[in-house]
């Protein structure tokens, strides 16, 4: 459960950790996709919940997602939760969706 709830100002402060933290490194700037995939796609392998997202940037997974927990503070995960869950799929995307 998300411990507060989304709201623009948190949304702002997990674009600006997505850029510092260099997530944008793997996943491009606006999570669009390069190295990592793409966050704004809507498209999830691991599930794309809160929880989820949160339990992913928390504890990693394989094949090149690192593990934030021990790194970054929950209240700033979160905050690259309401970032990530911002982000708007385009229309066009024309792959299979990861969870149901």
Wanted: glycine letters at 14%.
């Amino acid at each position: 459960m998300r411990p507060t709830p989304s709201s623009q100002e948190t949304i702002k402060q997990g674009e600006q950790f997505f850029a510092s933290f260099n997530c944008d490194g793997c996943h491009a700037g606006g999570a669009v996709g390069a190295v990592g995939p793409s966050l704004a796609d809507g498209r999830w392998r691991y599930g794309g919940t809160d929880a989820a997202i949160f339990y992913t940037i928390f504890y990693g997974r394989p094949r090149g997602m690192p593990a934030f927990g021990g790194l970054l503070p929950a209240e700033v995960i979160w905050s690259l939760v309401s970032y990530i869950r911002s982000l708007e799929p385009r229309g066009d995307v024309a792959t299979v969706r990861w969870d149901p």
